[in-house]
């Protein structure tokens, strides 16, 4: 399954609501993860089954969607959000990722 | 709070065999299941497989004839063998812990990361 992020990157200001799209080739239900990964980092799990948050993750993160089409929202961008972001789809393997979006703070 | 650890060659020459072995501490091997992921510029994220305490295995279908995963559970480690590698092979690996919710995986904990390069 191909999983197709947009934008590829993305540009904002800090309180800016900002919002990243997932496709998938096929449907996946609602069997998609979120990641956040920092420069030099790991990836860090932020979103499973769609919307459901990683304990931990700020309430300004959400997403939704299901079957192909997926969106994670970050309500009011902070610093500290700068970072890529990748989806997975969890639903068939060989499990797959998105290209990822990059966003920046202006 | 659980920990993985991960050590291996980080320079091979093309048709050589890479290793790579995890040790998870703050937490037992048992009752999870265990994931080698890779990231490069070219390929973005790749899952590479995934083994729980048993040895049973996924993996993925691009890798399969080359890849090789196994556990130790007495020791708490688990390792990955990635035979004839190319330069396509070249890029950071990681070992991770994963969850499941209802019997799809993420990678909840995750290795430093091992850059591995494949020159001749």
């Known amino acids: 399954i191909q999983m197709t992020q947009s934008p590829s990157s993305i540009s904002a200001s800090v309180g800016d609501r900002i919002t990243i799209t997932c496709r998938a080739s096929l449907g996946i239900g609602r069997w998609l993860a979120w990641y956040q990964q920092k420069p030099g980092k790991v990836p860090n799990l932020l979103m499973y089954a769609a919307y459901t948050l990683q304990s931990g993750v700020p309430s300004r993160f959400s997403a939704s969607g299901s079957g192909t089409d997926f969106t994670l929202t970050i309500s009011s961008l902070q610093p500290e959000d700068s970072a890529t972001y990748f989806c997975q789809q969890t639903n068939t393997f060989p499990l797959t990722f998105g290209g990822g979006t990059k966003v920046e703070i202006k | 709070q659980v920990q993985l650890h991960q050590w291996g060659a980080g320079l091979l020459k093309p048709s050589e065999t890479l290793s790579l072995t995890c040790a998870v501490y703050?937490?037992?091997?048992?009752?999870?299941?265990w994931g080698w992921i890779r990231q490069s510029p070219t390929l973005g994220l790749e899952w590479i497989g995934q083994i729980d305490q048993s040895g049973s295995t996924n993996y993925n279908p691009a890798l399969r004839s080359r890849v090789t995963m196994s556990v130790e559970t007495s020791k708490n480690q688990f390792s990955l063998t990635l035979r004839s590698v190319t330069a396509a092979d070249t890029g950071v690996y990681y070992c991770?812990?994963?969850?499941?919710?209802?019997?799809?995986?993420?990678?909840?904990?995750w290795g430093q990361g091992t850059l591995v390069t494949v020159s001749s």
């Open positions: 991770a812990r994963l969850w499941s919710a209802e019997g799809r995986y993420v990678a909840t904990y």
């Open positions: 703050g937490g037992s091997i048992s009752g999870f299941y």
